[in-house]
T-cell receptor, first 115, second 114 residues
Framework: AQSVTQLGSHVSVSEGALVLLRCNYSSSVPPYLFWYVQYPNQGLQLLLKYTTGATLVKGINGFEAEFKKSETSFHLTKPSAHMSDAAEYFCAVSSASGGSYIPTFGRGTSLIVHP | DSGVTQTPKHLITATGQRVTLRCSPRSGDLSVYWYQQSLDQGLQFLIQYYNGEERAKGNILERFSAQQFPDLHSELNLSSLELGDSALYFC?????????????FGEGSRLTVL
């Protein structure tokens, strides 16, 4: 079984400040990890993904995440928040089960950016 | 634009009714996934189809059913609707089930049950 825990349903930062969204996962097999972003009235879009190889993954819009196996974490960061980053962020874990990769999503973290 | 199309975007109906949500996957994608997003449950996996066949089942109620047609579009049927079924229903697609890459999501169908 696999699961994802996102710490904090809401994170509030000032524009220009560091963004840190936390994600811990549980998986019985090597996982594939994802961060998706959801803007209001839209579907989820992929920000970045970790499959294999380098543990520091760079995504779109200046976001990056680091896979830490020992901590079972995949936290999302961005050095400087922009107003346009305000959205809902979802961490997901995916591992093989019965011939399919079914992503399991966390509950989501709403990022609020203050001017 | 992800290339995944969902209709209708909004639907308001009454308890006890039945509705059908439709999804057209991204061109070339054979696998379709349905998710339910609600405030109390988050994003829950319902069911997956691959090339017309059911491939995996998640937390899908018996009142709900789905199918994928030969042209690869999919429909999610919700019957005997209850207030708690009010949610945003997402369809997503990818090339095949064993692809480890991203899912491409539609914009969702928002169902309101009154």
């Amino acid at each position: 079984a696999q699961s994802v825990t996102q710490l904090g349903s809401h994170v509030s930062v000032s524009e220009g400040a560091l963004v840190l969204l936390r994600c811990n996962y549980s998986s019985s097999v090597p996982p594939y990890l994802f961060w998706y972003v959801q803007y209001p009235n839209q579907g989820l879009q992929l920000l970045l993904k970790y499959t294999t190889g380098a543990t520091l993954v760079k995504g779109i819009n200046g976001f990056e995440a680091e896979f830490k196996k020992s901590e079972t974490s995949f936290h999302l960061t961005k050095p400087s928040a922009h107003m346009s980053d305000a959205a809902e962020y979802f961490c997901a874990v995916s591992s093989a089960s019965g011939g399919s990769y079914i992503p399991t999503f966390g509950r989501g973290t709403s990022l609020i950016v203050h001017p | 634009d992800s290339g995944v199309t969902q209709t209708p975007k909004h639907l308001i109906t009454a308890t006890g009714q039945r509705v059908t949500l439709r999804c057209s996957p991204r061109s070339g994608d054979l696998s379709v996934y349905w998710y339910q997003q609600s405030l109390d449950q988050g994003l829950q996996f319902l069911i997956q189809y691959y090339n017309g066949e059911e491939r995996a089942k998640g937390n899908i109620l018996e009142r709900f059913s789905a199918q994928q047609f030969p042209d690869l579009h999919s429909e999610l049927n919700l019957s005997s609707l209850e207030l708690g079924d009010s949610a945003l229903y997402f369809c997503a697609s990818r090339l095949d089930p064993m692809n480890t890459g991203e899912l491409f999501f539609g914009e969702g169908s928002r169902l309101t049950v009154l």
